[in-house]
């Protein structure tokens, strides 16, 4: 009876060591999936910003739109991306300086800063691919930063002054695109998305900052020896 019941015991523990390997072996796919998935990278492109107001006289121009980028692996297909982005409308306006006499010029230079959180899908591929489009959504903060500076050309400097305000914000975006990568570390991106931001109040003139953006970078995914 003592040996069957050993016989036994070293069966059930046979049995669960097996079955601790398999589920060993079964997770660490996933676990290598979402090791290889976490990276960072730089991207630049426009911001095709929509339904602007422009105030008759005053001249505008707008930056390239430019975000760094986090990424880390949730699953084999799945990734959270968290970004940091900015974007710059300026404004110039001159005008006549009154008693003064010459010219008052102001400029206001606005950047929108977005912080956002998105989720990223890659539905055909796997980590070991070297082409993968995906998809993605999220939603976060924005600050909005006014610089004003106004310069007077009067031998008394009237008007002259600068100053800067900050606001805060919220938005979301959506979009795809495709990653290349070249090695095993670096790589290319391309991707279009549309973006969507409210203040809580003017940045520029403006509440609302909304439109298409396409944009291109440099892909880095981390190594693990």
């Known amino acids: 009876m003592l040996v069957c019941g050993l016989g036994v015991v070293v069966a059930l523990g046979a049995g669960a060591a097996g079955a601790r390997g398999q589920e060993d072996s079964a997770s660490d796919p996933e676990k290598q999936a979402r090791r290889e ?3 960072a990278g730089l991207r630049g492109g426009i911001w095709d910003v929509r339904d602007l107001t422009e105030v008759s006289g005053a001249k505008y121009s707008t930056s390239p739109a430019f975000e760094g980028y986090f990424q880390k692996g949730l699953d ?3 990734a959270i991306e968290s970004t940091a982005g900015v974007w710059r409308r300026r404004q ?3 005008q006549d300086g009154g008693l003064g006499g010459g010219t008052v010029r102001e400029e206001v230079n606005s950047y929108v800063v977005p912080l ?3 989720l990223k899908l890659y539905p055909f591929t796997r980590p070991d691919d070297a082409f993968e489009p995906f998809v993605s959504a999220g939603v976060g903060l924005a600050l909005g930063i006014d610089d004003r500076t106004t310069t007077s050309s009067d031998l008394l400097g009237l008007g002259a ?3 800067t305000a900050m606001l805060t914000g919220f938005g979301f975006r959506g979009g795809a695109g495709v990653e ?3 090695s095993q570390a670096f790589g290319l991106s391309a991707s279009g998305r549309y973006q969507w931001i409210r203040f809580g ?4 003139g ?3 900052f909304k439109g298409p953006a396409f944009e291109a970078g440099l892909t880095y995914r981390f190594q693990y020896r």
């Open 92 to 94: 110039t306006m001159e």
């Open 116 to 118: 956002f959180t998105a």
């Open 206 to 208: 403006e509440r609302t």
């Open 180 to 182: 290349w990568r070249f």
């Open 76 to 78: 084999l297909h799945l």
């Open 37 to 39: 998935r976490q990276g």
């Open 161 to 163: 002054g600068s100053g």
């Open 201 to 204: 109040g003017e940045l520029g």
